[in-house]
Structure formats: structure tokens, C-alpha cells
């Protein structure tokens, strides 16, 4: 080495040998920093030395086997979570784990779209990516993977009992518990509901793990939500810089804008409202042209006057992307000053509201509409049962003084427009919702199925009249708009519905098209038959699941050309782009939509989609678990029930008292062993021929009721029917292979393993 200091020699200054490993971006190993420095001879050998220094004192690291990068720079594969949208609609991403200052990371365009089966990313994802740094110190993501919540984090419960300590995942589906790491059990006490990281995969034995997070005690009021809100990463506060912009919002004043204050507007919601989206009125046409039509009236809350795009509350709201409703909470979408005060269409308060303006004829067919920004007053707040009892002529107190001036009309106009409903062939599927009371100590005191009045039936058919008036606007004004789109049922589930029909001697013509009016044929159909329930949730089954989209497929369940969320922007994000865009259309004021927002359209119609099943799965969940809560009191109880699902490990049944689902292992069938008759949805024995199929009237005993998981474990009471003569495996393979139910024998000396 000539004596020299390695750092010293020519051609190897540490400035530039930082500037190659820079070039490299955690690419460049020894051969091309070398190559990059032009280094010859003994440099090169040098250059190892030199390397070993400088990871020694930090100033660089090792990036896989033989690449070198910057101490300060991302490693070139890590996770990130996918936090927000810049201004291009491109997806910004951070580090999974928490860093000072973390620089930009953009993701690649066209990364986060899905495509070739893979699925689209959104705010809030998690996704493994590959990293390239640019010359302004950002980076750029390519997608390796997209990660679900539970790939690195799992929610347990502390269990302290006897024995070693344990953490139990509250997903149902996990089927093996984990161990606490060395000093980890501390951190929390015996039944404390925690958030997990796997720390380390044993080969044989239980997965070890570090507690992150407390997040509460299991047996507090309200633990089936927390866990609901937890396992699928449901935002439950605001962000200082959302309530610093709330705290400086003061109220909007009438201006220009047209006084609708003299016209008796009425809210009607369920009994537990707090937020008021929409308001309704109603009016014979005085129109001599127009005999027996009706003017009807939807004001919306006017949410856009408040939340401006790009502010701190908009890029909350469009984070969370709707509210969440939990049987014992609402997680709202904006903070409770606006969805409750500001916002809301409360009785006898002024308030700044987004009306429309409709004109139907006798047969509720729409002649025209225009849009209104206005400033009401709600002449009443009723309840759905309240407005129903007054028009039916039972004690009302508060809907009894309306009846004459304010739901006659009303009630008028519904008919017309479900009239047309009806010539329209909207699709009618009869899907009772049942509601969980939950009492203050967090213990469900009742289930309960909703009544579903004609006043229910009132409010949804001017909200879709006004959903269809918008995006008709839209379309004619030429402003870019997401739709709320639902396309037709594939064939793959038209084939399953008629092969499934076939087994109940019903016919379903294969040929014909899908339309809604065939499906509510089939189910007058089956109405009075002992399958009509079953018939019902099957075609439920069917139907694919609506979108948020820039392109317009139509509404196929409500067999209309186009429609656009617009009557919920309290509670909806797709309602409040809608509106700035009628604002910017029909020019009613200067903050509507910007040429940034339209740009994003695409990419937000994706993360509200993703946004949306992820708070339905919240919502599915924690019913899951009142539910389970409910029933863990009568366990070995029995219970009627029908089976809504049949899978090779077992029957999914419903029961009819609570509607709850739970689960009657194969194992609890009996002693025979049963398969999976995938086209008859049917388990069969394999010897006997008897089978239980969906839909089917059961009895069922309740065994097992896990509040912490929502699961429930029956024992099938009904014996098998006779089922039919040939073997299931003339219509195809037995799908997988059902456990047996018969004991096991001890094995034979020289039997083969």
C-alpha cells in the first residue's frame, strides 16, 4: 500500500466513494463501485478496507449480501404503508416502522392499480416494495406485494392462567396461539387485549412475539368494536391538524344563496340519528300541463362549505372514507362539530344545504330538475316509525300536526315514483336488517329485526331520484364525476344460481339475460314455498358487489343508466366529490371542484371502494361479537335454524330468533363420513346417501360461544333427509377432503406411513 492511509489514497477519497455508494442506490457492490471510481490496482484492493471502516463507523451499511448503501437511505426492500396522495393523484407511502423525518416515497405510476388478479392499493395498505432512490433524495416504489394487516401485526389476549403465558389472536380463522417474547408478558396484564409483532418462526413449536400496543381489557364495555376497529385498521380520531381547522371554522351565513326557509323541509331518519344528511318536501304540480304531478324537494347538508379540497379535514375525511357503524358507536368520517352541529339539518336550526328540484308526472316518470344552493330550516325531525304512525292515522304526537300539509304530499309523491320503480324492474331482494342493543355497560340487552315501513320505502326513492339528477347533471355539464356503479352477475354465478334452482325443481333459463325482473319473478316465485328464504339469499349471493368508479357501467340493481352518490356527504366521501362538482357545473359558488381534485378522481374512486368493504368488514365483525356475547349465556341451548352454507368442513347455519351464524363442524355430523357435493350444495354420506343441503329447516344445540372472536360451535340435532341414489362424484370431484368422523384405530406393526 506504498505506506499510505487507505482513505487517503488517490481515487478513493470517502466524498467520492459516498457519491458512487449514493449513485448506486443500494445496487453497487465492491466490482461496480470500483468500476464507478475508475479504480485500478491497488485501489481496488484497497477499496475492502476502506468499506470495512466505514461500516464500522456507521457511515454506511450492508444492503443484501454483497450491495453497500448509505446509512441514512431506505433499504432498497422494505414495507411501507400507503398514507396519502399527492397532488397528481399519486400514492405517497412511509416506513411500516417509525423513523425521524422520513423522506418521500412515491409509488411507481401504475403500481398501486391491481391488474393480473393482484389487488388495487389504497390509503391505509401495507405493501412490500423495492425502493430506488432519486437525485432529490425521494423515492420510488415498485410493488412486490401487497401486505394484509394481520402479515406482520396480529390482535391477541393476554391469557396469565396456569401455565406459560399465552397470546390468543382474536381472528377466528388463526388456529395457533403465540408466546409472548422473553420480558414481552410484563407489558400487559391477564386478559388485556394487545397488538402483536412476530418476532421469530420456530421450526416446530408456537411463533414468538413482541406486544406493541395495549389496546384494552377484553371483558370492557365495548370490546367486540375495539377489536372490529383494530383488526381492520379503522381510524377512531382526528389528527391535530383536523381540529385545529375545525376550532377556526366559524358558521356559514345565508349570502346569496336562494332562502328555502318557508318551505316546511322534514328530516326522516331512524330514532337513533344524530347526523341529518337530507331533508324532503313535496307538492302537487300546479303546473296546468302537467296534471297530477308532483314537485318534490331533497335538500342536502352542505358539507362542501365547510370542508374545502385539499384542506386538513378534507384529506381526513377522504383517509377514513366514510363512517363506520358499530352496534354500540359510530366512527364518523368528519369530527362530531360538523356531522352533528354545523353540518346537520337540525329541527328549527338554519342551515346552509345543496337542494334539488325535481318535477314527476302522474306516473312518477321525471319531466325536469335543477339544482339549488340554498338555506332551510327543518320544520321536523321524525322517526321512521313516527312518520308512519301519523299517515296511518295512529297516535303520532309529533307527526300528527304534518299530516294534512306536509306527508299527504309526500306520500303522494312515493306512490308515483314507485310506480315507476316498479315498470322499471328494479331489482327487489328482501333482506331483513337486524339491529343489536347495546346497553351502557356494554352488554346486549336485545336483537331485534328492523320494520321496514313505506316510510323507509319514501326516503329511499327521492334519494335515488336526486342520485340520478346528479349524475345526469354532471354528464351534461361534461365535469368529470365517480359514479356508484354495479354491474350485472357474471356467468360463472348465473351457472352456480340455475344448477343450485335445478336441485329444487326451479327453472332458470340459461340463455336469457340476467335481467332484475327475472330474479324478483323467481322470487314471487318461491314466495309462498318452503325454499323462499333460501331462494332469496342465494340471489343475494349472485349479484356482484357495487363500485365507486370514473366509468359507467350503470346501476343494474336499480336497473338505471346512471346514478352518483349524493344525498350522504356527512357520512360518505364519493357524495362530497359529487357535490363540488354540481357547485363548479351550475356555478353556485367558488368552491367547488378544483382541476386537481377531477385529475384524482380515478384514484379516489379506488381508495373509498377499499375504504368501504374495509368499515363493512368492521361492521360484520363486531355484530359477529355482541352476537357471540349475547348467546355465550345459553350455551346448551337449542335453537331453529336453516343451513345458509355448505362447505367441506362443515354447515353454516342461521338461527331464527337472533339471526346469528355459526358453525356445525363435520365432525358433528354423525358417524359417517360425509363429501362435499359442490352442485347439489349439499354434504352427503358417503355410505348412507343422506345429506344436509342448503336451506333446509334444522335444529341445532349451541355448544361454543367465543365473544372475543365472534364464533360460534353448534351440534347438528336434525337427522340427514335421504338423499339422492348415485354417487356424488358423478357430478365432479369432491371438493378437498372432509375430516372423518369415524375414531381412529391404533396402528397395525408394519403398516406403511
Not at 553 to 581: C, E, K, M, Q, W
Request: net charge positive; charged share 30%; with cysteine.
Amino acid at each position: 500500500m506504498s505506506g499510505k492511509d487507505k482513505s487517503e489514497i488517490t481515487g478513493l477519497t470517502r466524498e467520492a466513494l459516498i457519491e458512487a455508494i449514493r449513485l448506486g442506490r443500494g445496487e453497487f457492490g465492491k466490482r461496480e463501485i470500483a468500476r464507478a471510481l475508475r479504480l485500478k490496482g491497488d485501489d481496488k484492493i484497497a477499496l475492502k478496507f476502506v468499506l470495512r471502516e466505514m461500516l464500522d463507523e456507521g457511515l454506511i451499511r450492508k444492503e443484501g449480501r454483497n450491495a453497500f448503501a448509505l446509512t441514512e437511505a431506505l433499504p432498497s426492500v422494505m414495507v411501507v404503508v400507503i398514507h396519502d396522495r399527492d397532488t397528481d393523484g399519486e400514492l405517497l407511502a412511509r416506513p411500516d416502522k417509525s423513523r425521524d423525518n422520513p423522506p418521500v416515497i412515491r409509488l411507481a405510476p401504475g403500481e398501486g392499480a391491481g391488474g393480473r388478479g393482484s389487488a388495487a392499493l389504497g390509503v391505509g395498505d401495507r405493501a412490500l416494495v423495492r425502493l430506488v432512490q432519486e437525485e432529490d433524495g425521494s423515492y420510488e416504489a415498485r410493488l412486490i406485494r401487497k401486505l394484509g394487516q394481520s402479515a406482520h401485526k396480529v390482535l391477541c389476549v393476554l391469557s396469565k392462567g396456569k401455565g406459560a403465558p399465552r397470546l390468543k389472536p382474536v381472528d377466528r380463522r388463526s388456529r395457533h396461539e403465540l408466546v409472548p417474547a422473553r420480558g414481552e408478558a410484563e407489558k400487559a396484564k391477564d386478559g388485556d387485549l394487545v397488538l402483536c409483532r412476530i418476532a421469530k418462526e420456530h421450526r416446530h413449536g408456537l411463533k414468538s412475539a413482541i406486544i406493541e400496543e395495549v389496546v384494552g381489557d377484553v371483558n370492557s364495555p365495548g370490546a367486540g368494536s375495539l377489536i372490529a376497529l383494530h383488526s381492520h385498521g379503522i381510524e377512531t380520531g382526528f389528527k391535530d391538524e383536523e381540529l385545529a381547522e375545525i376550532a377556526r371554522l366559524k358558521p356559514v351565513t345565508m349570502g346569496d344563496r336562494t332562502d328555502l326557509r318557508g318551505i316546511p323541509l322534514i328530516t326522516i331518519d331512524p330514532e337513533d340519528a344524530r347526523d341529518h344528511d337530507d331533508a324532503v318536501w313535496a307538492a302537487a304540480d300546479e303546473d296546468a300541463k302537467n296534471p297530477g304531478g308532483w314537485v318534490v324537494l331533497v335538500a342536502i347538508a352542505d358539507v362542501s362549505a365547510y370542508v374545502t379540497a385539499g384542506s386538513a379535514l378534507d384529506r381526513g375525511a377522504l383517509r377514513r372514507g366514510n363512517s363506520t357503524y358499530l352496534p354500540d358507536r359510530v366512527v364518523p368520517m368528519l369530527p362530531e362539530r360538523l356531522s352533528n352541529d354545523l353540518c346537520s339539518l337540525r329541527e328549527k336550526e338554519e342551515r346552509p344545504c345543496l337542494a334539488v328540484r325535481m318535477v314527476f308526472d302522474k306516473d312518477g316518470n321525471k319531466r325536469s330538475h335543477t339544482f339549488i344552493r340554498g338555506w332551510m330550516r327543518s320544520a321536523a325531525k321524525l322517526a321512521y316509525g313516527e312518520a308512519q304512525d301519523a299517515i296511518d292515522g295512529r297516535n303520532s304526537p309529533k307527526g300528527e300536526p304534518l299530516v294534512e300539509d306536509v306527508l299527504k304530499p309526500l306520500w303522494g309523491a312515493y306512490r308515483a315514483l314507485y310506480s315507476a320503480r316498479q315498470r322499471r324492474g328494479a331489482l327487489e331482494i328482501d333482506a331483513p336488517e337486524r339491529r343489536i342493543r347495546v346497553d351502557e355497560n356494554g352488554k346486549v340487552s336485545g336483537i331485534e329485526t328492523r320494520e321496514r315501513f313505506d316510510a323507509h320505502k319514501l326516503i329511499e326513492e327521492c334519494m335515488i331520484q336526486a342520485n340520478v339528477c346528479a349524475a345526469e347533471t354532471l354528464e351534461q355539464k361534461g365535469r368529470p364525476l365517480i359514479y356508484r356503479a354495479h354491474e350485472p352477475p357474471s356467468l360463472e354465478k348465473m351457472d352456480a344460481l340455475a344448477d343450485f334452482l335445478q336441485t329444487i325443481d326451479m327453472k332458470w333459463s340459461r340463455g336469457e339475460p340476467p335481467r332484475p325482473d327475472r330474479f324478483n319473478r323467481l322470487l314471487e316465485q318461491a314466495k309462498d314455498g318452503d325454499h323462499y328464504e333460501t331462494v332469496n339469499e342465494v340471489v343475494l349471493r349472485s349479484q356482484s358487489q357495487a363500485v365507486y368508479s370514473t366509468e359507467n357501467p350503470g346501476h343494474y340493481g336499480l336497473n338505471l343508466r346512471r346514478y352518483a352518490h349524493f344525498t350522504s356527504p356527512i357520512r360518505r366521501y364519493a357524495d362530497l366529490t359529487v357535490h363540488r362538482a354540481l357547485i363548479r357545473a351550475c356555478k353556485l359558488g367558488k368552491d367547488g371542484q378544483t382541476d386537481s381534485e377531477a385529475s384524482q378522481l380515478d384514484a379516489i374512486a379506488e381508495d373509498i371502494t377499499a375504504l368501504e368493504r374495509r368499515a363493512m368488514a368492521a361492521e360484520r365483525d363486531a355484530t359477529d361479537r355482541y352476537i357471540a356475547l349475547y348467546l355465550a349465556e345459553r350455551v346448551g341451548t337449542e335453537f331453529d335454524g336453516r343451513i345458509t352454507g355448505v362447505t367441506r368442513f362443515g354447515l353454516f347455519v342461521r338461527l331464527q330468533e337472533t339471526g346469528a351464524d355459526g358453525l356445525v363442524p363435520i365432525s358433528r355430523l354423525g358417524d359417517e363420513r360425509f363429501i362435499h357435493d359442490e352442485a347439489l350444495h349439499a354434504l352427503i354420506g358417503q355410505h348412507s346417501r343422506n345429506m344436509y343441503r342448503l336451506g333446509r329447516s334444522v335444529t341445532v344445540r349451541l355448544e361454543e360461544a367465543t365473544p372475543v372472536t365472534g364464533g360460534l360451535l353448534f351440534e347438528m340435532l336434525t337427522p340427514p333427509e335421504k338423499g339422492p341414489r348415485q354417487s356424488p362424484r358423478g357430478r365432479g370431484k369432491p371438493q378437498g377432503r372432509p375430516q372423518s368422523t369415524f375414531k381412529r384405530q391404533p396402528r397395525k406393526k408394519g403398516r406403511r406411513r
